[in-house]
C-alpha cells in the first residue's frame, strides 16, 4: 500500500500551506518530515487523513484517487501533539474505544487491546484513569490506542514535543523498535527536532514553506544537504552559513583568513561562496578568525557561546562548562575539513561527504 502524493497544494488567506509537494510514502519504512514551526507539517497530515482539502494536485493510494476516499474509509490512525484521552474512561476502555465503535468482536477487541497496551508498556495500568498517569503515559495511551486500530496509515503530528526532554529521549529511543514491524503500514512522524527526525526516520523529508525541499536517507539529507535552508534545519543548533571566498588556494570568511583550502574543496573555481560549519566544528583557539561575545549558555555538559566576526555571526557547541564573558573578543577556529561549500544562491557545491562536485558544475 504506497502512497503518491504529486503537486499538493493548498492556499489559505494569501498563504501557502503546501506548495506544490511530491513525496512517495512506502509501506513498512518510517518516514520522518521536518521542518519549522508553519512549514506545513501538520497540513499534509490532515489532508493524508481527509480532513483537509486540497485546491490542486493528486494523491492515490496503489494507484486509486485517495482525495475522493472518505475519511472514513481511509483506514488511518493519527496520534496528535496535544495527546487526547477521554478522562471517563479508563485506559484500557481508551484503546477499545474505536473499536467499539467498529463494530470488532469481543474477542477481536480484548485481543488488541492487551497487544497494544503490552507493545507500549502500559499492561499494568489498563486500570487507571488518564488522571492517574504521567504525561508520557498519557502520550503512550494515545499511541496504544493508534497501534490497536491495526490501520494502515499512520501519522504521528508530533506526539512527544510537548513532554520534558528525558522523556522525549527515553520514548523516542523506544519509538522506532515499536514500528519495526508494522509490515505494510505507512507509518508518518512530524517533527521540529533534527536528531529525533535522523534517529527515527528510514526516510527523512524536509519541509520549508509548505514544499518539500529535499528527501533521501537520514545520511544523506545529514551529509549532504540540497541548500543552505535545509542544512539549517537539519542541524540543532542551526549550522553556521557565512560568506566567504576562494581565491588559489586560500579561503577568506567574513573578509578574514582562514586557511588553506582543504581536499574535498580543492579544485573549485576562485569566486565568491557560501560556506557552512556545524557548531561543533567551530571552537575557541589563540588564533583564527576574531570575534566579539553576544551571548553564552551552559547546557548541561556543554557550552554554547554566540560571537560576531565583522557582521557574520557565529555559534559554537563546546564540550564542558567555558567561562566566556559578554562583550569578549575571541578567537574562533573553524575546521576547514569540515567546510561545506554552496554557490552563492545556496545550493550545495560541496560536503565533507563527497569529493564530487554537486551543484552547478563548479
Excluded at 492556499?11 to 513525496?23: I, N, P, Q, R, Y
Excluded at 485506559?91 to 503490552?118: C, H, K, M, T
Aim: aromatic share 6%; proline share 5%.
Amino acid at each position: 500500500m504506497t502512497l503518491h502524493a504529486t503537486g499538493l497544494s493548498l492556499a489559505a488567506d494569501g498563504v501557502d500551506h503546501l506548495k506544490e509537494v511530491t513525496a512517495t510514502f512506502r509501506p513498512g519504512r518510517l518516514h520522518t518530515v521536518i521542518g519549522r514551526t508553519l512549514a506545513g507539517k501538520t497540513t499534509l497530515l490532515r489532508v493524508l487523513a481527509g480532513l483537509q482539502r486540497v485546491d490542486s494536485g493528486s494523491l492515490t493510494r496503489d494507484g486509486a484517487d485517495f482525495l475522493r476516499t472518505p475519511v472514513w474509509r481511509r483506514d488511518t490512525a493519527m496520534v496528535y501533539q496535544q495527546f487526547i484521552n477521554y478522562p471517563h474512561l479508563d485506559v484500557r476502555d481508551n484503546v477499545a474505544f474505536p473499536l467499539r465503535r467498529a463494530g470488532l468482536a469481543r474477542e477481536e477487541i480484548e485481543r488488541r487491546v492487551e497487544q497494544s497496551l503490552a507493545r507500549v508498556g502500559l499492561a499494568e495500568f489498563k486500570e487507571r484513569r488518564p488522571s492517574q498517569l504521567s504525561g508520557g503515559q498519557q502520550q503512550r495511551v494515545a499511541i496504544a490506542r493508534a497501534l490497536a486500530r491495526e490501520a494502515s496509515i499512520l501519522l504521528f503530528d508530533e506526539p512527544f514535543a510537548n513532554l520534558d526532554y528525558k522523556l522525549r529521549e527515553q520514548l523516542r529511543e523506544e519509538f522506532k523498535t515499536l514500528f519495526s514491524d508494522q509490515g505494510d503500514a505507512v507509518v508518518i512522524y512530524t517533527t521540529t527536532d533534527p536528531a529525533e527526525a535522523m534517529m527515527l526516520g528510514d526516510v527523512v523529508l524536509v519541509m520549508h514553506e509548505g514544499r518539500i525541499v529535499q528527501a533521501g536517507a537520514p545520511h544523506e539529507v545529514f551529509d549532504r544537504p540540497a541548500t543552505t535552508t535545509v542544512a539549517r534545519i537539519v542541524n540543532d543548533p542551526p549550522m553556521n552559513v557565512f560568506p566567504g571566498r576562494i581565491d588559489g588556494d586560500l579561503i577568506t570568511v567574513a573578509g578574514l583568513p582562514a586557511g588553506g583550502v582543504p581536499g574535498h574543496l580543492a579544485g573549485l573555481a576562485d569566486g565568491a561562496y557560501q560556506f557552512g560549519l556545524r557548531a561543533t566544528d567551530v571552537g575557541l583557539a589563540q588564533s583564527g578568525v576574531e570575534g566579539e561575545v553576544t551571548f553564552v549558555e551552559i547546557s548541561g555538559s556543554e557550552t554554547f557561546v554566540h560571537a560576531v566576526a565583522g557582521q557574520t555571526p557565529f555559534v559554537m557547541q563546546i564540550e564542558g562548562i567555558h567561562d566566556v564573558a559578554l562583550g569578549e573578543q575571541v578567537f574562533m577556529r573553524l575546521r576547514p575539513e569540515r567546510l561545506f561549500a554552496f554557490d552563492e544562491e545556496g545550493a550545495l557545491v560541496r560536503s565533507p561527504a563527497c569529493e564530487t562536485v554537486l551543484a552547478g558544475g563548479r
